[in-house]
């Protein structure tokens, strides 16, 4: 762009324009064009108002003037659609200079083009800098480099990840090392962190990593369930930083970096065999780092966080959370889900149903819709045992279930004591599993007839029978029940006949005079 303001500043001043070409590095044809307009102009002195782009516009109106037939850009868009993945800048510009063309009008140049997006795209290089409150947040990350330790047997280098924690506040710091970046360690991690600060935050502040945050949604991103539990039970909020914007979460990022370099990289030479042993060597280091002064201000992170940062720290519960982890299953058509290979049963009224289950060392729960619908002891050892409820059987599996000698026993004893024997005798005579069927045949027979019925019917056939059957039962049963119904039909017809008070003769009507 001509710097129009200064040619006529140093022209006004007497300067020639070989020596203003020279100091301004505009050629000698650009500064008399300048000078030839402001003086066909009338103009002859500057004032404050007439800034550099003031002076363009009013010296070369015709440029302003091509100038509105480019076809405007909506840099805005442009910003977005290069953050997709395979989209250049060179094929934004070709499309836009397509629609230009299509409508009329005059497209930028490709560089031009460029400058343009740069000067708009700077706004998003810009950083704020943002004083937060004391004990408002805490910011949590993995590392990026990891340390070892050496498995004692095979001599193994094993990967130890490292989880690090910051208040933006006090820039105090805790890390720890794990074998794993999986939820447990996650979630145990956060609890360390506080025992160590002494206290809770009001907001965490982690990655969109799975462990933390199950779907990244702009509005509001979906928590793991075990994770949002735990932020429950510290009553604290997790607010995860956006998707690949590293400034929300800037103090950790850049603790990570200084532990990266003052912890990680100090102790990458060092060897163990546990990691108990490693995570006490970055404590001492940790200490260190949090209780050097600081370069340019008065203090240390630990002096600073005494002092003013944690008294503003929510006081830690009484006892210390109980880590529980969140899975989902369905529901089989046994009415049980599996678990780590194992199996426990809900309600059979929820099978083929999805079900979120809550695992803790201890316990099993299971929740369809955000109510408890069961639980069980965690089964320990060997794979594939089951862990049953009755009551979440179907009447005949129960039943089924419940079909056993001792069962048989007590329920003979309900009907009376001809039955009690009659049971005994089946039971020994033969081999439990048909027996167990000829006591279904039994159970059965019982519920078309009153238990005096059966205790009478058993008893006439212990008297009669040294090898009892139950088609002999049957047939004392029928046989009674014929008698029975034969006794009713003739005290019917008796009782009918009678019915009658007196019956009127041939006398009443007169039929016996002679």
Not at 366 to 374: C, G, H, P, Q
């Amino acid at each position: 762009m001509v710097n129009c303001r200064k040619i006529l500043e140093l022209y006004f001043e007497g300067i020639s324009q070989r020596t203003i070409s020279s100091s301004t590095g505009h050629s000698r044809n650009t500064v008399s064009e300048v000078v030839q307009r402001a003086k066909k102009l009338g103009l002859e002195s500057l004032n404050d108002t007439m800034t550099n782009r003031w002076l363009g516009e009013f010296l070369f109106p015709e440029k302003q003037a091509s100038e509105k037939g480019y076809l405007p850009v909506d840099w805005e868009k442009v910003h977005k659609e290069l953050q997709k993945k395979n989209v250049t800048l060179a094929l934004l510009h070709y499309e836009y200079a397509a629609e230009a063309r299509e409508g009329g009008k005059v497209p930028y140049a490709y560089r031009t083009f460029c400058e343009k997006y740069g000067k708009y795209a700077k706004k998003y290089k810009l950083t704020m800098p943002i004083r937060r409150k004391p004990g408002e947040i805490m910011e949590v990350d993995w590392a990026g480099s990891t340390l070892h330790i050496i498995d004692r047997f095979t001599g193994e280098k094993v990967p130890a990840y490292v989880f690090i924690a910051a208040l933006p506040y006090s820039q105090l710091s805790y890390a720890e090392a794990f074998l794993d970046m999986k939820s447990p360690n996650w979630l145990s991690a956060h609890i360390r962190a506080f025992e160590y600060f002494g206290g809770v935050p009001e907001t965490l502040v982690p990655d969109n990593l799975k462990t933390g945050v199950i779907k990244a949604l702009r509005v509001e991103p979906l928590l793991n369930e075990a994770y949002r539990e735990l932020a429950d039970y510290y009553r604290t909020v997790i607010v995860p930083s956006r998707v690949r914007k590293p400034r929300d979460k800037a103090s950790v990022e850049g603790t990570v970096g200084y532990i990266s370099r003052q912890i990680i990289a100090s102790l990458r030479n060092y060897q163990c065999f546990h990691i108990e042993d490693l995570n006490q060597r970055i404590h001492e280091k940790l200490e260190e780092i949090n209780t050097i002064d600081f370069q340019k201000r008065p203090g240390s992170r630990k002096k600073v966080f005494e002092e003013e940062e944690k008294s503003h720290l929510q006081q830690l519960p009484q006892t210390r959370y109980k880590l529980a982890e969140w899975k989902t299953a369905k529901v089989q058509l046994n009415y049980h889900i599996q678990v780590e290979r194992m199996y426990y049963s809900v309600p059979y009224d929820y099978v083929r149903e999805q079900v979120d289950v809550r695992l803790t060392t201890d316990l099993i729960e299971v929740y369809f819709k955000e109510t408890r619908i069961a639980s069980h002891k965690r089964l320990d050892g060997e794979i594939g045992q089951f862990s049953t409820n009755k009551d979440h059987m179907p009447d005949n599996h129960r039943l089924y279930l419940e079909h056993n000698p001792e069962n048989n026993r007590k329920w003979a004893k309900t009907i009376g004591p001809s039955m009690e024997q009659f049971v005994s005798h089946i039971l020994k005579m033969n081999a439990e599993k048909k027996a167990l069927n000829i006591l279904s045949a039994l159970r059965n027979l019982s519920t078309k007839h009153t238990r005096d019925e059966l205790e009478t019917a058993i008893h006439s056939l212990l008297e009669i029978s040294t090898n009892p059957t139950i088609p002999v039962l049957k047939g004392v049963l029928d046989r009674r029940k014929k008698r029975k119904q034969k006794a009713n039909i003739d005290n019917h017809q008796i009782n009918n006949n009678n019915e009658h008070g007196f019956t009127r003769g041939a006398e009443y009507f007169g039929g016996d005079k002679k």
